[in-house]
């Protein structure tokens, strides 16, 4: 079915700020409208990233999908500093009317042209159909998405990602496409793109002491020092790497659907004691697989890790550019880096974190 | 070369020094590049608005070579740079800034020459690509393409 044309969409004209403010009051109405046919609201507020965040959905059909991978995160009493508005369609019955822009509004990484500026913050998210938008000014979001049932197992593991990123980023917090992992002494931060070895050296930390922070993305905070906060307690591997990792195999949330998923399992569920919500970074670890059955270590050029981190965070994120750059880059000016070269023989994994965490702490 | 000063194109671009290595980001292509050495100190003096000529003296100093070698090497660098849409003439006329090139690791003793590389990346580019809309909902919206993003 082609777009419709410019006629019949609504009447929102983005190219002056008082649009943009009112495009984002008439899709926050509709969340707003969409919950009674539901039940009315579900209020879930968690401490993300030290920041008290209320999680609001329509009705209960996103609850789930969205609040399993932050279930490891302290339930906050506190006031919220940022609301989440989430509803989908599906369940609600309210429609969200057709989008105001263009076919070529969509710009890369989903950012909508004409919609974005220093307040307002909307993107679409080609891979879930989900329509992010932020008000920064009013601490207010809204998550849409057509179906529950659409949403992609990775959303289901990093849900809320794109809002959290913009609105932490004015909260002196970067999100980071990084794992990290610790214990008493502090974290490593685990750096690189997909396939790198993140996950795999995350997760054969979990039949050890060493505490877990996340597998993929994770959120730092540089000032007064490196601390990085854990987001989702979510894992990801490629079907083919589970047999290197046995103690997970029975853990594995969707493994139905290994034929065209990565393997998704909560760690909470399994682990309930060893997700961990903040540690002060120590190190940062630039795993590389090697086929060698030992884990070694190999101190790494401070660039390194930059050149780690930075890419794959900001060209993944929508609106990430100089800044989050600059955040990364005094990060990895704080702490040493290290070449990881990951080993055959998974046991010999965390000893040799934790050694150098005893090393560096 | 027919310019004679080149400026970073940012905010295009987005870049960090450490430890004598540049870390440079093209946020519109998706490419990003690092720079050691000599290339690295080329980066920084360009950085710093710093004519080519003065550049070349630069580097002549601080670096054992022959001087028509590295006047070579430091003007088809700045030639990859700007191929690479990482800096960009500078025609502006404002005065120049005092300039300074990092201390070479021998303190005033001269370092033997070493031709720059530009190492590029562009293993994140296709992270940039628009994303093909195929079909939409009866709404209008683009539906969901779970291969995008996993």
């Given at each position: 079915?082609?777009?419709?044309?410019?006629?019949?969409?609504?009447?929102?004209?983005?190219?002056?700020?008082?649009?943009r403010?009112?495009?984002?009051d008439?899709?926050?109405e509709?969340?707003?409208?969409?919950?009674?046919?539901?039940?009315?609201?579900?209020?879930?507020?968690?401490?993300?990233a030290?920041?008290?965040?209320?999680?609001?959905f329509?009705?209960p059909?996103?609850l789930?999908?969205?609040?399993?991978?932050?279930?490891?995160?302290?339930?906050s009493?506190?006031?919220?500093?940022l609301?989440?508005?989430i509803?989908?369609?599906a369940?609600t019955?309210?429609?969200?009317?057709p989008?105001?822009?263009?076919?070529?509004?969509?710009?890369?990484?989903?950012v909508?042209?004409?919609?974005?500026?220093?307040?307002?913050?909307?993107?679409?998210?080609?891979g879930?159909?989900?329509?992010?938008?932020?008000?920064?000014?009013?601490n207010l979001?809204?998550?849409?998405?057509?179906?529950?049932?659409?949403?992609p197992?990775?959303?289901?593991?990093?849900?809320?990602?794109?809002?959290?990123?913009?609105w932490?980023?004015?909260h002196?917090?970067?999100?980071?496409h990084?794992?990290?992992?610790g214990?008493?002494r502090?974290?490593?931060?685990?750096?690189?793109?997909?396939?790198?070895?993140?996950?795999t050296?995350?997760?054969?930390c979990l039949?050890?002491?060493?505490?877990?922070?996340g597998?993929?993305?994770?959120?730092?905070k540089?000032?007064p020092f490196?601390?990085v906060?854990?987001?989702?307690?979510s894992?990801k591997?490629?079907?083919d790497?589970?047999?290197?990792?046995?103690?997970?195999?029975?853990?594995?949330?969707?493994?139905?659907?290994?034929?065209?998923?990565?393997?998704?399992?909560?760690v909470h569920?399994?682990?309930p004691?060893q997700?961990v919500?903040?540690?002060?970074?120590?190190?940062?670890?630039?795993?590389?697989?090697?086929?060698?059955?030992?884990?070694?270590?190999?101190?790494s050029?401070?660039?390194h890790?930059?050149?780690?981190?930075?890419?794959?965070?900001?060209?993944?994120?929508p609106?990430?550019?100089?800044?989050?750059?600059?955040?990364?880059?005094?990060?990895?000016?704080?702490?040493p880096?290290?070449?990881?070269e990951?080993?055959?023989d998974?046991?010999g994994?965390?000893?040799a974190?934790?050694?150098l965490?005893a090393?560096?702490? | 070369?027919?310019f004679?000063?080149?400026?970073v194109n940012?905010?295009?671009?987005?870049?960090e020094?450490?430890?004598?290595?540049?870390?440079?980001?093209n946020?519109?292509?998706?490419?990003?590049?690092?720079l050691?050495?000599?290339?690295?100190?080329?980066w920084d003096?360009l950085?710093?608005?710093?004519?080519?000529n003065?550049?070349?003296?630069?580097i002549?100093?601080?670096?054992?070579?022959d001087?028509?070698?590295?006047?070579?090497?430091?003007?088809?660098?700045?030639?990859?740079?700007?191929?690479?849409?990482?800096?960009?003439?500078?025609?502006?006329?404002?005065p120049?800034a005092?300039?300074?090139?990092?201390?070479n690791?021998?303190?005033?003793?001269?370092?033997?020459?070493?031709?720059?590389?530009l190492?590029?990346f562009?293993?994140?580019?296709e992270?940039?690509?628009?994303?093909p809309?195929?079909?939409?909902?009866?709404?209008?919206?683009?539906?969901?393409?779970?291969?995008?993003?996993?």
């Amino acid at each position: 079915m082609a777009a419709p044309q410019s006629a019949e969409r609504n009447s929102f004209d983005a190219s002056e700020s008082s649009d943009r403010i009112a495009y984002f009051d008439a899709t926050y109405e509709l969340a707003q409208s969409a919950a009674p046919a539901v039940g009315g609201f579900i209020n879930r507020t968690y401490t993300i990233a030290g920041l008290p965040v209320c999680l609001r959905f329509a009705g209960p059909a996103l609850l789930s999908p969205i609040t399993e991978a932050f279930q490891h995160l302290d339930v906050s009493h506190s006031s919220p500093l940022l609301t989440i508005c989430i509803w989908d369609t599906a369940s609600t019955g309210k429609k969200m009317p057709p989008p105001p822009w263009e076919g070529d509004d969509f710009l890369a990484r989903g950012v909508i042209q004409g919609y974005n500026d220093d307040r307002i913050h909307t993107a679409f998210q080609h891979g879930s159909g989900a329509v992010n938008m932020l008000d920064a000014e009013r601490n207010l979001a809204v998550f849409w998405v057509s179906s529950a049932e659409e949403m992609p197992y990775w959303e289901k593991g990093a849900p809320l990602r794109t809002i959290l990123h913009w609105w932490l980023g004015r909260h002196q917090r970067q999100l980071v496409h990084a794992a990290a992992v610790g214990n008493s002494r502090g974290a490593v931060l685990i750096g690189g793109k997909g396939g790198s070895g993140k996950s795999t050296t995350a997760l054969a930390c979990l039949e050890s002491d060493l505490l877990y922070l996340g597998d993929d993305y994770t959120v730092l905070k540089s000032d007064p020092f490196a601390m990085v906060y854990s987001l989702y307690n979510s894992a990801k591997i490629n079907a083919d790497n589970v047999e290197r990792l046995p103690h997970l195999g029975e853990k594995i949330s969707n493994p139905d659907r290994l034929d065209s998923e990565k393997a998704l399992l909560f760690v909470h569920e399994h682990y309930p004691t060893q997700t961990v919500a903040e540690l002060p970074v120590r190190a940062i670890l630039l795993p590389r697989v090697t086929g060698l059955r030992e884990t070694r270590l190999k101190k790494s050029p401070t660039a390194h890790a930059l050149a780690a981190l930075a890419p794959s965070t900001i060209f993944q994120l929508p609106r990430a550019g100089a800044e989050a750059f600059k955040f990364l880059a005094a990060i990895a000016k704080q702490v040493p880096c290290f070449t990881f070269e990951v080993g055959t023989d998974i046991s010999g994994i965390p000893p040799a974190i934790e050694g150098l965490l005893a090393e560096v702490s | 070369m027919t310019f004679t000063r080149f400026k970073v194109n940012a905010p295009t671009v987005t870049h960090e020094t450490i430890d004598g290595e540049a870390v440079i980001i093209n946020l519109e292509s998706g490419c990003y590049y690092s720079l050691v050495g000599v290339g690295a100190m080329v980066w920084d003096l360009l950085y710093q608005h710093a004519p080519v000529n003065e550049i070349v003296t630069a580097i002549a100093n601080t670096h054992a070579g022959d001087a028509a070698e590295i006047e070579r090497a430091v003007t088809d660098l700045i030639q990859q740079l700007r191929a690479e849409n990482l800096v960009v003439p500078d025609e502006s006329e404002t005065p120049l800034a005092q300039f300074s090139a990092a201390p070479n690791h021998n303190g005033h003793q001269k370092t033997a020459f070493r031709a720059p590389v530009l190492q590029k990346f562009t293993d994140m580019q296709e992270l940039l690509l628009l994303d093909p809309i195929h079909d939409v909902d009866d709404m209008g919206w683009p539906k969901p393409n779970p291969e995008i993003g996993k």
